[in-house]
């Protein structure tokens, strides 16, 4: 029998989410709530903002929904991601908001 969750529930995932706070596997492991079921939810909004005023789909762009990052046993552990010919180098406690903002710029404005 499929698992009803309260709106409740899935709005606070999302907003969770959706706000840079937390990642999805974590936020979903915190709820009780599959992955697969939680990025479904997360999904839902964004498709919906995507939909401009007449009804009619924007066209899709592919980005990563979420990424599960894993503890690291050294102190300096570190994250490089390449856009093109240009390599950044992350290390633990980084700024996700501002690797966004970086990587989209670096992609030309393209989310």
Same mark, same amino acid.
């Given at each position: ?21 937390? #990642? ?5 492991? &915190? @709820?009780? +709530?599959? =992955?697969?079921? !939680?990025?479904?939810? %997360? /999904? ?26 894993? #503890? ?5 552990? &570190? @994250?490089? +991601?390449? =856009?093109?010919? !240009?390599?950044?180098? %992350? /290390? ?20």
């Amino acid at each position: 029998m499929r698992r009803r969750y309260k709106q409740e529930l899935k709005d606070e995932l999302v907003r969770a989410v959706m706000n840079h706070r937390e #990642p999805l596997a974590r936020a979903a492991i &915190r @709820l009780d +709530v599959p =992955v697969s079921t !939680a990025s479904r939810w %997360v /999904r839902r909004p964004q498709a919906e903002a995507e939909r401009t005023r007449d009804g009619v789909r924007a066209p899709a762009t592919r980005r990563p929904m979420f990424i599960e990052l894993m #503890p690291a046993s050294a102190r300096d552990a &570190r @994250l490089v +991601v390449r =856009v093109g010919v !240009a390599e950044v180098e %992350v /290390r633990t406690g980084f700024d996700a908001a501002l690797l966004r903002e970086v990587v989209e710029a670096l992609r030309g404005g393209q989310p």
